[in-house]
């Protein structure tokens, strides 16, 4: 058998090379992002002359939070973006204008290269954990994550990454 050449990528990518956007600014230090989850509920209904067997039909979708974890830094991102929901100080400085953003998560290849890219629209913080429980007797980093509520996302189809040819028997 001749071997040829396949421009499609057969294994699947791995869960741990990926990147996070805040509008064009790329965030430092994540380490980890919870799953894109929408649900759909569903509808049955059924009329009178129908038989016994109902039918189903998509209702309401939702958007489920998306959580954010990094190891803490130098960088107040996190921190600023969640004191644009609430005002630490209780002034009303705070600025609901700001307060939505579109975030970019990129799924990256072995190599480092996007190959899969997602916008999620319409962010914001609805839970900051600025400091994890400390223990002296501990060795682990200290992290900090937000949740994000978000009105939904869609695979950015624009976004075309690079073929990886792989060699299949023909």
């Known amino acids: 058998m001749p071997i040829t050449a396949v421009s499609r990528q057969i294994d699947p990518y791995k869960n741990f090379k990926f990147r996070v956007y805040m509008g064009p600014a790329l965030v430092a230090g994540v380490s980890k992002v919870s799953g894109l989850k929408r649900t759909t ?24 939070p998306i959580t954010l974890e990094r190891g803490i830094t130098l960088d107040h991102a996190f921190e600023e973006w969640a004191n644009q929901v609430l005002s630490p100080l209780g002034d009303g400085g705070n600025s609901l204008a700001q307060m939505r953003r579109n975030i ?42 937000i949740v994000l509520q978000n009105h939904g996302f869609e695979r950015d189809v624009a976004f075309a990454a690079e073929p990886v040819g792989i060699f299949t028997p023909a």
Request: glycine letters at 8%; one cysteine or more; proline letters at 8%.
């Open 41 to 64: 509920e569903v509808i049955s209904h059924r009329d009178g002359a129908m038989p016994a067997t109902p039918v189903n039909s998509p209702g309401q979708s939702k958007f489920e």
């Open 104 to 145: 970019v998560i990129e799924l990256l290849n072995l190599q480092g290269n996007p190959v899969i890219k997602w916008q999620v629209y319409g962010c914001w913080v609805s839970e900051y954990n600025a400091l994890p429980e400390l223990d002296a007797n501990g060795n682990a980093f200290a992290f900090e994550s």
